[in-house]
Nanobody
């Protein structure tokens, strides 16, 4: 399984960026994908995730409280790609953003539960 992130960069506070995570090597339809953020000296924390909820027979999403109403996660099955649209960016959103994949919808915000990781893309929010 390979995950390749793209779309990071330098943006001013209040600006927007859209990250992409291309997934290959496994069935995309059953894969949960999460975005995680790691600032220097800090832990790798969940930002958002999208997963197939077997119990609800629908796609579910998760957002960290700090990004709700600013970030949107989405997926394009035709392109096997998951996106993270980030609006109203703040300096505290700065960090390396990683996408990760797993096969189940349990512990969706727990980085240790993910089996596959991308190489990360840097996002810097600064004036």
């Amino acid at each position: 399984v390979q995950l390749v992130e793209s779309g990071g960069g330098l943006v001013q506070p209040g600006g927007s960026l859209k990250l992409s995570c291309a997934v290959s090597g496994r069935s995309f339809s059953s894969t949960a994908v999460g975005w995680f953020r790691q600032a220097p000296g800090k832990s790798r924390d969940a930002v958002a995730a999208i997963y197939w909820s077997g119990s609800g027979n629908s796609w579910g999403t998760f957002y960290a409280d700090s990004v709700k109403d600013r970030f949107t996660i989405s997926r394009d099955s035709a392109k096997n790609t998951v996106y993270l649209q980030m609006n109203s960016l703040k300096p505290e959103d700065t960090g390396v953003y990683y996408c990760a994949a797993k096969s189940s919808d349990s512990r969706i915000a727990n980085a240790r539960s993910y089996s596959y990781w991308g190489q990360g893309t840097q996002v810097t929010v600064s004036s």
